[in-house]
């Protein structure tokens, strides 16, 4: 008996540990956006709810919706809860199975059945038959086969629950993302719209001035031409505007149809982000560490298939009363019990249990591979977002200098327009710079928050520090309510 349990003690297998990653000291930004600083809080940790730094209401608000009744977050729980039962199953099998039952018959015995014994005739009899009894029966997990099947599914609930985390991230990232696209957009319908007022009004100054031949028709046909550029331009944003607010219909469980988001231009700000050491991506993103459960499991079922190899022992005891009377059933004399077991050893299996062992194998390898690729692909991830916010923080710096500039160009082209002393065609190239600039820097200005938003999903999920700004991204934020 001591032997059984010394032995119940061992598991067969390779012992699980994490596949090293050599990971990079620190994330790398250009010499050329060396004034772009990084907030770097201590102890920056994820934040289920990382939105919130954005301090939109109405982005709240949509994300709550979304994790309320978005559908393939919930079958994301439903795999999650499946995976509990399967691990929940796996380990009832470590314990010994124990059932009672009872049984009551009367039956008639023929009396042509054949003889037991020569000597003395059958009779046909009506005899009553009452039993019952409790039995069990208990593998004894020698070699760990069991233990490590509960490793493995030990391993796939965790990674289940990192599933479940990732797919929440990914959900409440795609609403920001189409969000912020959407707001993009109704920053480039207002700079068209106030660019359609002001052209209409142009419009009608040079008609007027054509009435009394102070100009040809030519430049009131350029005029013309611009404006109706303008008004395309304007419906085509109207259908991409409509295809985003559709996403978000979607995203939030709702039907297209029935859902509408108004405009809204409120000024907004974009959070400095804690990026913290490139290795705690590790610990961070909940892709990288479901991959590494991944593996956990993929190595825990290696152990399975090795201890196939080894023999199996079960044992099966039983205990009950049998009776043909019901009132002497739980009698002494009507006790009945055994004691059973089976040793069992396969001796020859044509290299099935060998193939069993090649293909945990393999599945080990195929994760690890999986999961390195998570890694670097997480570095990847961060370190562009970290390259492209540096790039497009210069860019929008750049951008709202040249609408300052054009500003400046439309009124003096206006101005010496009205003196006699340009033609019309500066005018209208002005205006044309003007909208094309400002239609830029609003773009650049919906990039800033899209990379933000692609950024937090690159760092896990958000942050929960309340990270100080650099100096560049104060004056980003600055200008960009104005």
């Not at 029935?258 to 705690?280: I, K, W």
């Not at 205006?431 to 950024?455: H, K, P």
Request: proline share 4%; hydrophobic share 40%; net charge neutral.
């Amino acid at each position: 008996m001591l032997l059984c349990v010394s032995l119940a003690g061992c598991s067969v297998g390779p012992d699980y540990r994490r596949a090293g990653l050599p990971a990079p000291q620190a994330w790398r930004i250009d010499p050329e956006y060396s004034y772009w600083h990084r907030a770097e809080p201590a102890g920056a940790s994820l934040d289920q709810s990382w939105w919130n730094a954005l301090g939109i209401d109405e982005l709240d608000a949509l994300e709550q919706r979304a994790l309320e009744n978005n559908q393939r977050l919930r079958e994301a729980v439903a795999h999650y809860d499946q995976a509990q039962a399967v691990f929940a199953a796996l380990s009832s099998a470590q314990l010994p199975e124990v059932g009672v039952g009872a049984e009551a018959a009367r039956a008639k015995i023929s009396a042509n059945r054949p003889l037991t014994e020569y000597g003395s005739p059958n009779y046909s009899t009506v005899q009553n038959d009452f039993r019952a009894g409790a039995w069990a029966s208990w593998e004894i997990d020698l070699f760990g086969r069991l233990r490590r099947a509960v490793e493995a599914a030990k391993a796939d609930t965790q990674q289940s629950v990192d599933d479940l985390a990732n797919a929440r991230v990914a959900l409440t990232v795609q609403v920001a993302y189409a969000y912020f696209e959407l707001r993009t957009i109704d920053d480039e319908r207002d700079v068209l719209g106030h660019s359609i007022k002001w052209q209409q009004k142009a419009l009608d100054f040079l008609m007027a001035q054509e009435r009394f031949r102070q100009v040809s028709q030519l430049s009131v046909l350029q005029q013309q031409t611009q404006l109706d550029t303008t008004r395309v331009q304007l419906r085509l944003l109207m259908t991409q505007r409509t295809q985003y607010e559709h996403a978000i219909a979607t995203l939030i469980g709702e039907p297209a149809p029935q859902f509408a988001l108004a405009p809204n231009r409120t000024p907004y700000t974009l959070p400095g982000l804690p990026l913290g050491l490139p290795s705690e991506l590790l610990e961070r993103r909940p892709d990288v560490a479901a991959a590494e459960r991944q593996m956990a499991a993929a190595n825990a079922r290696i152990g399975g298939a090795r201890a196939a190899y080894f023999p199996s022992l079960a044992l099966s005891p039983t205990l009950g009363w049998d009776s043909v009377r019901f009132a002497s059933l739980f009698s002494l004399p009507s006790l009945v019990w055994s004691l059973s077991g089976s040793f069992g050893e396969t001796l020859f299996d044509g290299g099935k249990r060998a193939a069993g062992i090649a293909y945990a194998a393999a599945g080990y390898s195929a994760a690890q591979a999986h999961y390195r690729q998570a890694v670097l692909t997480a570095f990847q991830q961060v370190q562009d977002g970290v390259a492209n916010l540096a790039v497009l923080d210069a860019a929008r710096q750049e951008a709202q200098v040249a609408v300052a500039d054009v500003r400046r160009l439309l009124t003096l082209a206006t101005y010496r327009y009205d003196n006699g002393t340009a033609d019309y065609l500066d005018v209208i190239f002005a205006q044309r710079q003007v909208l094309s600039n400002e239609r830029e820097d609003r773009r650049i200005r919906g990039q800033q928050a899209r990379t933000v938003v692609y950024l937090a999903k690159a760092l896990g999920g958000g942050w929960r520090d309340n990270a100080p700004v650099s100096a560049q991204q104060r004056s980003t934020q600055q200008t960009s309510t104005r």
